[in-house]
């Protein structure tokens, strides 16, 4: 088939047709592509981020599941998504790995254990694909932080380089990923899309792997040294270096015919492959359940001092909420892959309320600002558009700058947040010439006092008050920073005082040029002052039986292209956890945060519960185990060191040179850590489960496997993981199991290890001679030794 094409059709199938498509030949058969951003729904891929999707738990909350099973259907929920807006491959899963706390994208890595990031992002891969969606794997590799990401070196050893941050994508090529990204960064001294040892000498040569190997978003730099690395395809269209941009290279020598048809060819076996008949396996009400169970699945419970939690009717009557995040819940992290997410998802806070209501009294008090960066914008659209939206603002989108500028659409956006990728709006994405956006909002001012208003953009922007203009910019945000000044929530802002009843007309006009991406953003933040919200907390809490503090992260505090300064709840927060707790000591804190962060001050509070960023069944996920309807069944994906100092990898800013030194090698996080303060593994439900027995027995095929026996104590249903680790050349995962038990249940499991858990490289792949097995429920339970068996001898 790919023999009918021109050498020049061939070429031209390296480089993207559009944004988000491939080139395809209908007269050979060849179909384009359609793709889209993950890994927690369907992102981007159309003009913006407008179209409403289901957002999944975060991958750390999956990885918190330590769940094969159901992060394939996770994988599975999200190919139907694909399916319902027209697309044929997702940039999923993302299994770059956890190597510092600070990574500003952490929250969309599995976790830091290479094992159990590799076999959770292949599950997750399978489930996609079981719908006929590809899977194009992320990002390959080392892209494991966002401080330079386009300009940094990592400085990886070989031996490093295979066992840790290689075998998550090795698994998912070995579970047959349609396709895989390169990343921004270069690693070794080259770029990764030029990276032939890894692209060509490794993925394709001795994994064999058949799929296609394709550029993140603008992360092409050359023509003929990209192909010949092994890249195979180039995005986003039109052509940069690719395509029909290397004709002078071919024409020159400079490039192989063969290469080229090769690349064309593994473009081709995609579209074949992915543009058959498709089939949606979860959807409707199924999607909605599976959300609240991925949820509390990932959610871990490291502290439960007196039985606090589940609340017993009848002992709790008087439940205090307190927190921002209750109210104000993290669902995901700020990427180009951001979800926009029904209006109907729960939060927690009205979740809780209706779950406990016919038992108990609930109140709730923030305690401290919900939004300290960017706060909502609560206003109700200035006109009607029939379109069902009682809140938000109208947005009517222009196609000039000009007086007389057509009005070519309008919609209500009940959002403080906007962004739209390579146009605007549909009617004028096309535009090569500048256009403007005008929002209006009208403001109620509920009580008197100074409101700050807030207003950021990437371009111009002005923001009126009943006609008065108020706040303007008139820079635009340079290209390369535009992410981070977007998800930061960095803004202007102006106090203005307002009486009590008052309406006020909100208008901001935003120009802009074309570009890859635009933003704008803004809010409205009313009276208060934190000390008299700190102070109905306490008061509140010192009333009530039980109160379930609910602290954490906003969906700025992680954002892609930008990573953290430390692991530190904000400081108020951390103020409001020590004052509730010392108003009530039956507190229960719930950590709505997507990564490793100091903990510290835990032992203040009878209960710890980290919920990450469990997508948007979080609310009815957190009142139903809170209430013991569902267990926590979550345990550690990732370690948390006692001090910043302890953690193997810690500052990811490169030296002058760009050069960013992975110089833990193979220690990676509790790998490397003499005494974490939680290891990979930990955590507790609320069944009693227990690890009988365990040894490692011979396999038919002279592999090896353990038989464990495991017993739930327990009156209720509950889940446990069984772990296997290896003791050298350094402490590390070789298998796990998530076991689900009924009351009382007993029963022998059988966990299989793969033998390349017990082979390390030196110049090749060789057996480790005493690798000290293990069996526990955690990196540091080592409940039961595992001493490999004889070897039959032959004779």
Known sequence: MIDTLTLEEQLAMTAGAAMW????????????????????????????????????????????????????????????????????????????????????????????????????????????????????????????????????????????????????????????????????????????????????????????????????????????????????????????????????????????????????????????????????????????????????????????????????????????????????????????????????????LEAIKARFADHARVDYEPGVDPQPRLPAMPVRPIRDLGDGYAEGMTIDYYDGQGQDARLVASETRDTNSLVWFTGVHDDVATLDRPARIVARGMFHAEHSGDHIFYLGATGPVVM????????????????????????????????????????????????????????????????????????????????????????G????????????????????????????????????????????????????????LIAWYPGEGFGEAIAQVLAGDREPGGRMPVAIAREESDYPAFSLTPDVNGDLVYVEGTRIGYRGMADPRHTLGEGSGYAEVALLAAQVERNDDGGLAVRATVENRSDRAGSDVIQIYRRAPELALCAFAKVHLAAGERRDIVIVIAHRRLQTWRDGWVDIENPGLFAGRSARDMAFDLPLPALESVG
Not at 71 to 81: K, M, Y
Not at 145 to 174: G, I
Not at 531 to 545: F, G, P, S, T
Not at 556 to 576: F, G, M
């Open 553 to 608: 992260e906003t969906s700025d505090a992680s954002v892609e292209s930008k990573d953290r300064k430390d692991t530190h709840l904000p400081a108020e927060q951390i103020a409001l956890i020590e004052a509730v707790t010392a108003a009530n000591p039956r507190t229960a804190v719930v950590a709505n945060v997507g990564h490793a962060f100091d903990t510290r001050w835990e032992d203040q509070a009878a209960a710890l």
């Open 21 to 348: 498509s491939t080139v395809g030949y209908e007269k050979a058969g060849i179909p384009s592509l359609s793709m889209a951003d993950g890994p927690m729904g369907i992102a981007s891929g159309r003009v913006d981020e407008r179209d409403v999707a289901l957002l999944t738990p975060c991958p750390t909350a999956l990885g918190a599941s330590w769940d094969v099973e159901l992060t394939a259907r996770v994988g599975t929920l999200v190919g139907g998504e694909a399916i319902r807006m027209g697309v044929d491959m997702v940039l999923a899963p993302n299994v770059n790995l956890a190597r510092s706390p600070l990574a500003g994208r952490a929250f969309e890595y599995f976790s830091e254990e290479p094992v159990l990031a590799g076999v959770l992002g292949a599950a997750w891969t399978t489930g996609l694909q079981s719908t006929g969606t590809a899977s194009v794997v992320k990002h390959l590799v080392c892209n494991d932080s966002e401080t330079d990401r386009d300009r940094m070196n990592a400085v990886v050893d070989e031996r490093t380089l295979r066992e840790v941050y290689l075998l998550p994508f090795e698994l998912c090529a070995e579970a047959g990923a349609g396709g895989m990204l390169a990343a921004y960064n270069r690693v070794n001294g080259d770029w990764c899309a030029e990276q032939h040892h890894v692209l060509t000498t490794i993925v394709k040569g001795e994994w064999n792997y058949p799929g296609l190997i394709m550029s993140d978003w603008f992360g092409t730099h050359s023509t003929a040294a990209t192909l010949r690395a092994g890249l195979d395809l180039e995005m986003p269209g039109p052509a940069r270096f690719l395509g029909f941009k290397a004709n002078d290279a071919l024409e020159q020598g400079e490039l192989d015919a063969d290469r080229i048809k090769d690349a064309a060819q593994r473009v081709m076996r995609a579209a074949l492959r992915f543009k058959q008949e498709k089939k949606a396996l979860i959807a409707g009400k199924g999607a909605n359940e599976l959300l609240v169970e991925a949820a509390a699945a990932g959610f871990v419970m490291l502290r439960n001092e007196g039985g606090l939690l589940p609340l017993v009717p009848g002992r709790d009557k008087h439940i205090a909420i307190i927190g921002p995040n209750a109210a104000a819940p993290c669902y995901q992290g700020g990427t180009f892959a951001k979800i926009a997410v029904s209006p109907d998802a729960v939060r927690p």
């Open 464 to 551: 009126h008050l009943d006609g008065r203009e108020i706040l303007a910019q008139q820079e635009p945000i340079p290209s390369s920073d535009v992410m981070g000044k977007l998800k930061s929530g960095d803004a202007r802002s102006v106090s203005l005082p307002l009486d009590a009843g008052q309406n006020a007309v909100i208008e901001i006009e935003f120009t802009y040029d074309p570009a890859r991406v635009h933003g704008l953003w803004y809010g409205i933040r009313r009276p208060d002052t934190p000390e008299a919200m700190l102070a109905r907390a306490v008061a509140l809490a010192k009333q009530a039986d039980a109160v379930i503090l609910v602290v």
